[in-house]
């Protein structure tokens, strides 16, 4: 089978020292092998060390899969911050019932988008920490929130804010004493990719596509003090599956967050 983990880094075209030390650095984090591209391409590099993903270092970090190029860009949070600066209000802090100071698990962190709308939410005095199964996608992501720049300072100091552990979710919540955490959220990938946003995406490569167990949800309600948060398509029969009754999110969306109250 395929190991879709299976990575080599490298660095762009224009390499600068900087890029080598990123690249180097990454290469010792994953375990993976690091190679100087030089005018080598990306698909001779993939056929030379037998991998799907290629990592390259450049002004940022980019893993090339085979179905397009992952990189972290805080534009799909900027949106939702801009609206929540302007006073108005987020589905997803709703479900969670955010307020400053909380402690979030969010236990899907993917592109990080969901991380960062917590990480405003639960303000400075708040924490999110953001698993994730996959260690590309952790590192990628992880790297980006630590670096990346240019948005409003609010948003940057909610990106550095997130704290990053590459874990499986049910693992991690195993080791938790009851009621760690404030809130807990899983946002798989869905079951039914029918949705938009859930349509050929780099991140459907490398993400792990398991369903979210009995046991995940059980162990998420024994460390939430207030609340268990699913994301899922609104038709979705993983809420019924799992337990959620009540529900948060736009009427005429196609996503859902599905609410569990432990208050
Ligand atoms: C749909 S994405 C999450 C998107 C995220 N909410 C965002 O805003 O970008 C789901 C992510 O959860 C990760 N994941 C799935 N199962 C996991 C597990 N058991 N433990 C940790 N991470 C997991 C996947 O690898 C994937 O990156």
Do not use: W
Request: with cysteine.
């Amino acid at each position: 089978m395929e190991n879709k983990n299976a990575i080599v880094v490298t660095v762009g075209h224009k390499a600068k020292p900087e890029h080598f030390v990123l690249a180097r650095e990454m290469a010792e984090k994953l375990g993976a092998p690091f190679s100087e591209r030089g005018n080598t391409s990306l698909e001779a590099i993939r056929e030379r060390f037998g991998v799907s993903c290629v990592m390259v270092a450049k002004e940022k970090l980019v893993v090339d899969t085979p179905d397009g190029e992952l990189y972290f860009h805080p534009g799909m949070a900027h949106l939702r911050l801009k609206n929540l600066r302007r006073g108005e209000s987020d589905h997803l802090l709703n479900a969670l019932a955010l307020a400053e100071g909380m402690h979030v698990l969010d236990c899907t962190l993917g592109m990080g988008a969901d991380a960062i709308v917590e990480s405003f939410g639960a303000g400075e005095t708040g924490k999110v920490i953001a698993l994730e199964k996959n260690p590309v996608v952790a590192a990628l992501i992880a790297h980006g929130l630590e670096t990346s720049d240019g948005e409003h300072p609010t948003t940057v100091a909610a990106m550095r804010r997130v704290r990053v552990v590459c874990t499986d979710y049910l693992d991690y919540l195993r080791e938790q004493p009851d009621n760690s955490f404030d809130a807990v959220y899983f946002d798989p990938m869905f079951r039914h990719p029918f949705t938009e946003s859930a349509g050929i995406h780099p991140l459907r490569f490398l993400a792990d596509p398991r369903p979210v167990s009995s046991e995940a949800i059980q162990e998420a309600r024994r460390v939430a003090r207030h609340r268990v948060v699913l994301k899922e398509s609104s038709k979705s029969e993983e809420f019924a599956r799992l337990g959620f009754t009540e529900f948060e999110g736009g009427k005429y969306s196609n996503v859902r967050y599905g609410v569990m109250r432990m208050e």
